[in-house]
């Protein structure tokens, strides 16, 4: 699923530009520069201080 919607967008980005292409240039380097996994260890961490992770207690 994400395969196909990034194969659309940078296709798109690339052949018609405009906003698509200001959005992959955007978030491009921000999702190369910082590991996948520090980013799901934030995500943890936020979810478990909203309580949507502790609603078993």
Request: zero cysteines; aromatic letters at 14%; glycine letters at 10%.
């Amino acid at each position: 699923m994400i395969l196909i919607f990034g194969l659309y967008l940078g296709l798109r980005a690339g052949y018609n530009g405009g906003i698509a292409e200001k959005l992959v240039s955007t978030l491009a380097p921000f999702f190369s520069a910082i590991p996948a996994w520090f980013l799901g260890a934030i995500l943890v961490l936020v979810l478990w201080s909203t309580d949507i992770l502790q609603s078993s207690r």
